[in-house]
């Protein structure tokens, strides 16, 4: 399984982005996926989830301006960052998990993309 996130870039604050994350070698649909991003000198951070069954949750940093989705026919996963700020410059990856029903978590991760926000 490989994940490779695409749409990063360099915008505005209070400007717009919307990330993808394409899987190939398997079935999205049988991964719970997320988001996490890394500031420079910082901590990686979960940023926002769905499982299987769509349901979706966000760390506080990001509710209400960050919305997370996934296109299962695609094999994709989106970010749609709104109302962005300096602060939410980072790295941002996704990352794939699911049981393999032997009690083991199979986990996949991509590269990242480079988000900068920025006058």
């Known amino acids: 399984v490989q994940l490779v996130e695409s749409g990063g870039g360099l915008v505005q604050p209070g400007g717009s982005l919307t990330l993808s994350c394409a899987l190939s070698g398997g079935a999205l649909s049988l991964y719970v996926m997320y988001w996490y991003r890394q500031a420079p000198g910082k901590k990686r951070e979960q940023v926002a989830s769905?499982?299987?069954?769509?349901?979706?949750t966000y760390e506080e940093f990001v509710e209400g301006r960050f919305t997370i989705s996934r296109d299962n026919a695609k094999n994709t996963v989106y970010l749609q960052m709104n109302s962005l700020k300096p602060e939410d410059t980072a790295i941002y990856c996704c990352?794939?998990?699911?049981?393999?029903?032997?009690?083991?978590?199979?986990?996949?991760w991509g590269q990242g993309t480079q988000v900068t926000v920025s006058s």
């Open positions: 990352d794939a998990n699911r049981s393999n029903g032997m009690g083991e978590a199979l986990d996949y």
């Open positions: 769905v499982t299987r069954g769509d349901i979706t």
